[in-house]
């Protein structure tokens, strides 16, 4: 079936028309209010008619509602249910999906976790956001909080996180917080892009930092494999560019530090900004395969 | 249908027969070799003829193979497949379930769990032992180390734990190492109900060790509900005995570093002494219901 992922991101969107797995068409647009998204897809069709379209959520989403709880980046987006929204626009059945959701199920199944079933997802950027996919689907939790890796407290140095709490891995290792913690340390600051090109140009402070983070994301890796113990996970996210400075020696940390684990086998995302955009499309598929059959479908039978 | 659980201890041995969820008979029994538990389990059953049975194993086992890897309270299981030397001796078909496995899985599907499909078990005893059960089923993880909440690292108390490891909640929590934990603070040692004891008396020592054990179990569950994210936790084991010196602190705990967290509800265990009996039971009949029809079943269509 023809399936469109919409990658709603908050200053790019990204269009995405899949015939099978085969791609028809890909382009990127200006992120605009809702009402000009429908237009920018239309466009982007032209002729071309989906059978279903999925779109992302950068924010929180109610999976039964379609409901946008919050968007940071997205304002007007909190409270509405975007794909009925553009369901509407368009005339093509719709489903919404949080955005880290649709990345992690595209990189699982159709990316670096293709043939494995049972994948744990981590994107190392701005933020870490992890997510199990088994069975095809993200394991969402009881309460929609499953897989907040970023968010294990692997640190007895006690850094505010973004979640309000302290010693999380994200205050270690997240993209935002390495030129502070490098900051702390006498050096320059700025992104982690800066720490790692001082890293390797021999900075010791820069080195420090880099080697409190593996240690971090080598300790998280051992929680993940006592509590989860998945077959594989893949690793995402412009942290993760790095990896001679961040998941290698983290690898190399959690094989010192293990003991009964079996560590999972760990691979590099390999859809880059493009996940989410397959994602959708894949949640898409799954909606329409979930949908009883319409009218039509029951008309040509 | 009629099934026999078998819950094969390092001391006793359980017998539990069950109509559908009725139970036919029950019976303790020392512990003896192998051939010697055929004989207790034939005189046991009488007349009385099961359509299966499960055994449970205190040790590691291939799941699929049902061969002991190694049991360190029944050595003479290390190497045989106990599930096909009973079955061959009863008539009965019959499998192998370790011990753990068993009991978390009738705690969550007919004890303290029944009614939620996402329940986490944890049993406070010696050690402390870990199971998701979900979907009616154990999910053991790719390498069979699921569910190993014990040995979370904790605390930045690097106290050696029996894994190998350093820090493990077991270390801080473990019916064996409170004591230890205790003397360490100048106090008598002894076994977790003396520590209990002197904690009620007002033994400020004693009060400290069960703070710690206390902070550590809340920061395990902490990491459970951001990794997993059960409905239900399930908590027994000896330990677990004394709820307002060991679960109840644990949830205060987790209450006040909880930031996105939802915590699971929690319940104590519901089956006793009983449960791993009730697993094994369990399992003989799941392992029935997903057997191809027999000859004599064949024979009755």
Redesign the interface.
Known sequence: MRALGIDYGGTHTKLLLLEGEREVARDTVDTVRLEGLADQVSSFLGDARPAAFGVTVAGTLDPVSGVVGRSANLPWLDGTAPARLLSQALGVPGVAVQDGEAAALAEARIGAGRGSD?VFVIALGTGIAGAHVSGGAVR??????????G???VT?ADHA?S???RGCLETVIGGSQLGARWSERGGAGGTARDVVAAARAGDEAARAVLDDAARGLG?AL???????????VVVGGGVARAPEWTVEPALAHARA?A????L?DVAPAALGVWAGAHGAALAARDAAAARPADASSAART
Do not use: K, N, W
């Not at 969402?140 to 890796?149: N, T």
């Not at 051992?222 to 594989?232: E, F, G």
């Not at 003991?259 to 079996?262: A, E, L, Q, R, S």
């Open positions: 049972d969402r939790g009881a309460h929609g909080a499953a897989g907040e890796i968010h294990l407290r007895a996180c979640c309000g709490g300790r051992l929680a993940l494999s006592a509590l989860v113990d998945p077959a594989l530090e003991t009964f684990h079996t999972p």
